[in-house]
């Protein structure tokens, strides 16, 4: 890991995620090379990664020890999302840069509530956990429950600042019997 200096490419990054008015000093720019480790599976999770380029893959350990590969191109979106909203300490993941890797930090600890309160952020982070469950609920469908077939069951809400929607697969064996 490598810490680098904070630039316009990444002043915009932030802009992306509604964080423009993130003072420089408080986040940090963060390099890895192909094979770094950036997060291990339980260890404290202090920091919420914004990824800026590279790609990463991420694993999670199976209750027989095995590991296992959940999505094995990560190249844009947050890192720490799911920890920051549902307030966990700990990560719940590893993951593992394939190729040069490039992330800007932001303390948790500092900054925690602040994003809590942040409605553009919170739309974004809202926007990829919708995408990460449809990338989930995709990869444990049977070949017959596929997008754009029938099987699948949409559901959606509204709130006055935002629109979610989840699909799921109803036909889909449950992973966990």
Not at 50 to 64: F, L, R
Not at 66 to 90: A, F, P, Q, W
Request: net charge positive; charged share 15%.
């Amino acid at each position: 890991m490598k810490q680098l200096p904070m630039s316009d490419k990444h002043r915009e990054k932030l802009l992306e995620y509604g964080l423009g008015d993130m003072y420089p000093e408080s986040c940090c720019t963060v390099s890895y090379k192909a094979g770094e480790i950036l997060l291990r599976e339980g260890m404290p999770l202090t920091w919420l990664g914004i990824i800026v380029c590279g790609k990463a893959k991420i694993c999670s350990t199976a209750p027989n020890g095995r590991n296992l590969v959940l999505c094995y191109y990560i190249s844009e979106g947050i890192i720490g999302d799911l920890e920051l909203m549902t307030g966990l300490k700990t990560a719940t993941t590893t993951i593992a840069a394939i190729t040069d890797f490039e992330c800007i930090t932001i303390s948790l600890s500092i900054h925690s509530a602040a994003l809590k309160s942040n409605t553009a952020f919170l739309n974004k982070v809202g926007n990829e956990l919708a995408l990460k469950l449809l990338r989930s609920s995709a990869s444990l469908c049977p070949p017959p429950c596929t997008p754009g077939r029938s099987g699948f069951v949409l559901i959606s809400c509204r709130h006055p600042t935002t629109t979610c929607s989840v699909i799921s697969c109803p036909m889909s064996p449950v992973p966990w019997e």
